[in-house]
């Protein structure tokens, strides 16, 4: 008992924590990249890069940016950086980059954000994720240093939860405005949501703008950081918040700590800092001139007040507009739209959509999100076409490809590929032209003779056409600070978006007199605009506070753009505290001679992925394993220590520990995800008395029942020796079959596991036979297909798993039987839109010879409460059949709570019902079916504490449900599950 209320606190402690340092939650496995990457380590002065070897150029100008910001990058925190290893992984499509203490790091995905602004991806990356480092060094002081010493680099990890996740990221998005010339948090769609809901924001509880909701739109903790973050300093026309992480690096056991510190050091809340953000924004937008949208709304299905958002709207023909429609309840689909009327049919489901897609001949194209094979940092950009029914779908180029941008180049296909040395390459039907090294690609369209390409280098971003006949190339709009995006040709004129007045607005570039007009006015902003065949209209998508919705306007120039206007107009933004005398990324340039310079001074050195296997970075007082407690299993948590070793490149993760459970356990676990086999080791010895199979049991013969044997008259049980032992083995393969709309894994598997326990032999009792050693084996095929979720489903509206598998008992003498089992699970939709029935059932049957005692039980089925049916312990695999039937619907979203602490976000109700029947052994030496069931509800709250981002939502489980053998009173239990 003392032992499962320890666990009980341990799991609140750790949970918390966790939650508190949910934005580098991933570090104990963020994925790992191919085996076949050889790898390399460049050490500078402010980083070590560590990235495969074909990307040494893209390294070194990492390198080179992060070295020329450091003395920048720290400011108004002042304990410099140190040495922290870059890691990149180049073959990630999904943009991002985490920067984390457990293993210390910054981890970053080679490829360029397909979006972004007029900063480079390296560049962004070299300020954002620098700051962070930065952030962590000015923590790590005073008492949090002791954590350090006690749980090593996590300990500096759970130190880093004392400071809330909006400042940690909104400071960092000031760092990279601060440190460009017209940064991510100038661009007016930075600011776009905020302006839409205006002074609506500070009605209510406040809670959902930091812990997100399912009843509206919320943007990230970057938006909402930036704005307090810089809201605070500009109040105090200083840099304030060195003061507060002073305070919370030597009050750390406060818990509350930043907000202690707001409150003595800055003399407010946080309450109060929001709502004074917010009245100082909404003064600066209240006094800007009144805009209206040019461009009509299609009035759609989706209810008005519900958040929607229509992607990309082209024109199928003169009447039809195709575009990605996604709602709360509804995943990614393509629709297509009546010009005139706003009515709309659905098409089809996609994935996670990368680039705009285009109409070549009669097929849509478009790219998707994909995982590529069995490591989670192979995600590339697959190109997708279908007929626009929806009925001829498929993916014309193959599976291994980073296509980005499809276009329609004289009736015939043109892309842009990425290539992992960090170059992209335009590949048209006459050919293919890589451009240099460290120029990004945002876009690509095309005319009779020309490919237009949007991209973003030194000097900001720019456009550019190459003649495939002889591939030259021509700027055509030289390089500005100012964002472009969405490249489309038509008619002689260039379509794109642009920020350049001080609102995202769609432009118009005409490629015979090489000038610029905007042809939309919008409230809050205008995207994606396409024009019509004719060429009078414009199809786009505008926004406002429930999302981005489909329009139409005429394609007539409202304005025209000077051609000395470089710097886009600063208009939504009102003045902050600016940092003094810091260096601007975006105008420090990685030229030949500089990384030639950089070549020579620092060598790149062959990065031994054997030698860096291991790599100890974190212990614990207690003991416990972070890959379960990731996971939400804390049921091996308990008394002890433990250390925790976890190579750079998260191919390997081992923990070492001493557990007290009663008993004194040794254990030892090794994870290996470096090869497309998934390798799992783990070892256990404790001083407990090893195991005594019994003289007792029943007898299988050729799969049949042969009768009950009782020796325990005629041996003498031995005393087992104390020592016990185990080890296991496992490897798995998961093959990605498909990875769109649907998902589709095939997964052989297969586990070994030994003891030193004691069998008895039945067949020689008059010996008294045992020996030592018992291994049991199971292999397994697993087949799982599913849907891609909206926000609100609770479980994807269809989905299907299927395994097969085997299992067998091997020991020194003694014959024993084999198990089968299949299991299947089928979802679907219920009643209402994020509704949905769960049905289950399994099949386990013992087969061949020998003690079924010694069958190996496969488990996949399990009753709810089964502890409390009187018989559990005389159920067996033999011809057991398993099935449960679960209909689970969201109740409400109450967005309800006590303000800074809990905010409840959605109460769910799961019915279920479920059955184990199976071979039974009774006592009186009797043989029947028997088995449990239950039938009860579970009550489950997503809720969200201390204003923690909607990644560390804690969901409270209530179930209450009646258990065969205890019908007379219900049985209660509780649970709790970590989003991450």
């Not at 300020?127 to 949090?144: D, F, G, I, K």
């Not at 973050?229 to 918040?241: C, E, F, G, P, S």
């Not at 007040?305 to 195709?322: G, H, K, M, R």
């Not at 029935?837 to 010694?854: H, K, W």
Request: negative net charge.
């Amino acid at each position: 008992m003392q032992n499962s209320k320890f666990k009980i606190i341990v799991a609140v402690l750790v949970g918390m924590l966790l939650s508190m340092g949910v934005g580098s939650a991933q570090y104990y496995d963020n994925g790992a990249s191919p085996h076949w990457l050889r790898w390399q380590s460049i050490e500078g002065d402010s980083v070590r890069v560590v990235a495969p070897d074909l990307y040494e150029g893209a390294a070194r100008r990492a390198l080179f940016y992060a070295d020329s910001t450091r003395n920048s990058v720290d400011y108004g925190l002042g304990y410099g950086l140190g040495s922290v290893p870059l890691v990149i992984h180049p073959l990630n499509s999904l943009s991002n980059g985490v920067s984390i203490w457990a293993p210390r790091r910054v981890e970053i995905s080679g490829m360029p954000s397909v979006g972004g602004y007029a900063t480079t991806w390296l560049r962004h990356l070299a300020v954002h994720e620098m700051r962070h480092t930065a952030q962590y060094a000015a923590l790590n002081r005073n008492t949090v240093r002791g954590l350090y010493y006690l749980l090593g680099e996590q300990g500096l990890l759970l130190a880093s939860g004392l400071m809330p996740f909006w400042w940690i990221e909104g400071d960092a998005t000031d760092a990279e405005t601060q440190l460009n010339t017209f940064g991510r948090a100038l661009q007016p769609s930075f600011t776009m949501h905020y302006r839409a809901v205006g002074r609506d924001i500070l009605e209510g509880n406040i809670d959902p703008w930091f812990s997100g909701s399912y009843t509206m739109e919320v943007p990230s903790h970057y938006e909402l950081g930036y704005q307090l973050v810089t809201t605070a300093n500009t109040l105090a026309d200083r840099y304030v918040w060195a003061d507060v992480v002073d305070y919370a690096s030597r009050h750390p056991y406060t818990i509350f700590a930043t907000e202690i510190a707001m409150r003595r050091r800055l003399g407010y809340s946080t309450t109060e800092l929001f709502r004074a953000t917010f009245e100082r924004l909404n003064d600066h937008w209240d006094s800007l001139p009144e805009r209206h949208d040019s461009a009509t709304k299609l009035d759609g299905p989706t209810p008005s007040d519900q958040y929607v958002t229509y992607q990309y709207p082209l024109w199928a023909d003169s009447n039809t507009i195709v575009a990605l429609r996604t709602t709360l309840d509804r995943s990614t689909r393509f629709v297509a739209i009546d010009a005139a009327s706003g009515a709309e049919r659905e098409l089809f489901g996609v994935g996670y959509v990368s680039t705009r897609p285009a109409i070549v001949g009669d097929r849509l194209y478009w790219t998707e999100h994909t995982q590529l094979s069995s490591f989670a940092q192979d995600m590339g950009s697959v190109m997708w076409s279908s007929t626009l029914d929806g009925r001829d779908k498929q993916t014309p180029i193959g599976r291994k490809t980073m296509a980005l941008y499809p276009t329609d180049f004289g009736g015939e296909l043109a892309y842009v590929r990425y290539n992992p040395e960090s170059t992209y390459t335009i590949v048209c039907p006459v050919g293919e032209y890589t451009l240099p090294e460290g120029v990004e690609v945002h876009g690509l369209a095309a005319d009779d003779q020309w490919l237009y390409y949007l991209t973003t280098e030194f000097g900001g971003m720019a456009i550019w056409r190459i003649r495939p006949t002889d591939w030259q190339r021509e700027v055509v709009k030289p390089a500005s600070p100012t964002t472009l995006s969405h490249l489309v040709a038509h008619s002689g004129k260039l379509y794109f978006g642009s920020i350049g007045s001080g609102y995202d607005e769609v432009h118009c570039w005409d490629i015979a007199s090489a000038t610029e007009s905007r042809l939309t006015t919008s409230q809050h902003g205008s995207f994606w605009g396409s024009p019509s065949p004719e060429g009078r209209r414009l199809a786009l998508a505008v926004y406002d506070r429930n999302g981005y919705h489909p329009a139409v306007g005429e394609n007539i120039g409202i304005e025209q753009i000077a051609p000395s206007q470089q710097m886009p107009l600063n208009i939504v933004n009102p003045p902050v505290y600016e940092w003094a005398d810091v260096v601007e990324v975006d105008k420090i340039e990685a030229t030949p001679m500089a990384l030639a310079e950089s070549e020579q001074r620092y060598p790149a050195k062959r990065y031994s992925k054997g030698a860096h296997l291991l790599n100890i970075h974190s212990w614990a007082p207690i003991y416990f394993r972070p890959d379960q407690v990731m996971s939400g299993n804390l049921g091996d948590v308990g008394l002890g220590v433990s250390v925790v070793s976890q190579n750079l490149l998260n191919t390997a993760l081992t923990t070492i520990g001493y557990r007290y459970d009663g008993r004194h356990n040794l254990l030892a676990n090794f994870k290996y995800v470096g090869l497309p086999v998934k390798l799992e080791l783990g070892a256990r010895v404790d001083n407990g008395s090893v195991g005594l199979y019994p003289v007792q049991g029943m007898i299988m013969e050729n799969g049949d029942y042969l009768g009950y044997f009782d020796h325990t008259e005629q041996i003498k049980l031995p005393v087992p020796p104390r020592g016990y032992a185990s080890v296991y083995a496992k490897g798995s393969l998961p093959l990605i079959l498909s990875h769109s709309h649907w998902t589709t894994v095939l997964t052989p598997a297969i586990e070994l596991s030994a003891n030193n326990n004691m069998v008895y032999n039945p067949d020689r009792y008059k010996g008294g036979t045992f020996r030592k050693g018992m291994v049991a084996s199971a292999a397994t095929l697993q087949w799982n297909s599913y849907t891609r979720q909206a926000k609100r489903n609770l479980q994807p509206r269809w989905g299907f798993a299927a395994i097969a598998g085997v299992g067998k008992a091997l020991t020194w003498e003694v014959e024993t039987p084999l198990t089968v089992g299949l299991y299947g699970r089928v979802q679907t939709p219920g009643l209402g839109l994020n509704d949905g029935f769960t049905l289950r059932a399994s099949y386990q049957n013992i087969l061949g010879n020998g003690p079924v005692n010694y069958a190996v039980n496969l488990g996949w089925m399990s009753v709810r409460g089964a502890a409390h049916f009187e018989d559990t312990a005389y159920v067996l695999p033999d011809n057991q059949v398993g099935a449960s039937v679960e209909y689970c619907t969201p109740l409400c979203y109450p967005n309800v709570g006590v303000q800074g602490i809990v905010l409840l976000k959605r109460l769910s109700l799961s019915l279920f019902g479920e059955t184990l029947v199976a071979g039974a052994n009774y006592k009186d030496g009797g043989w029947g079916y028997k088995g449990p069931w239950s039938v009860g509800a579970n009550l489950v709250a997503d809720t969200a504490w201390l204003r923690l981002p909607e990644q560390g939502d804690l969901g409270l489980r209530v179930s209450c449900y009646f258990v065969s053998g205890h019908l007379n009173r219900p049985v209660l239990s509780a649970g709790a599950s970590v989003a991450f």
